[in-house]
């Protein structure tokens, strides 16, 4: 069965070289559904606790959020970056604190102190799944991730190949047989 969460995101972004209006800067309220499988956990009859999921995923995922989203090579980048430094904010600001773990993928790095998002390939809703599974896959049996972003719209399935064990008195998953939120061992 299969557990669904879904997350707003606001960001800005542009397809750097595309041949469209969506080449020149612009924001977006876009919608991010994950869906994870595995077997229900008779204890809390649960697949996974979606606020669970939630958590997991929103530690990346805010980096997302009220960010600047642009391509690696796209010349708004330094121009930015220097005006954020002029300014004082491109390594944080003390009304910046909703920050997101940092990351660093082949596909994506966060700087959550300038709420900047570097990206190799195109952000468009394709490009959030591919940066978005390779962030979560460890953490989360994803089934299924789409993103909806304006008019446009993506989705992709995936086999998840492994079940995670999982606490029965509250759902979260086990870190070496232990559940980090109550405490309870598997024997
Ligand atoms: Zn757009
Ligand atoms: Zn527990």
């Not at 809390?44 to 530690?59: D, S």
Request: glycine share 6%; net charge neutral.
């Amino acid at each position: 069965m299969r557990s669904i969460t879904k997350f707003d995101l606001q960001y800005a972004h542009r397809f750097y070289k595309f041949q469209g209006e969506a080449q020149y800067l612009h924001g977006h309220t876009g919608v991010l559904t994950i869906e994870v499988e595995d077997s229900i956990e008779p204890g809390v009859n649960m697949v996974f606790p979606c606020n669970e999921i939630q958590k997991v995923a929103w530690n990346v995922l805010k980096n997302f959020d009220h960010a600047l989203v642009l391509r690696e090579d796209d010349p708004l980048l330094p121009a930015v970056l220097a005006v954020y430094e002029k300014q004082g904010i491109r390594n944080g600001a003390p009304s910046n604190k909703m920050k997101g773990e940092p990351f660093r993928t082949e596909l994506a790095t966060a700087y959550p102190e300038a709420r900047l998002v570097v990206t190799k390939e195109t952000m468009t809703v394709e490009g959030m799944i591919k940066i978005v599974y390779d962030l979560l896959k460890d953490k989360l049996n994803i089934a299924r991730i789409t993103f909806t972003s304006g008019v446009n719209a993506a989705t992709q399935e995936y086999t998840p190949t492994k079940t995670i064990d999982r606490c029965p008195l509250c759902g979260v998953a086990l870190v070496d047989g232990v559940c980090p939120k109550c405490g309870y061992k598997k024997h």
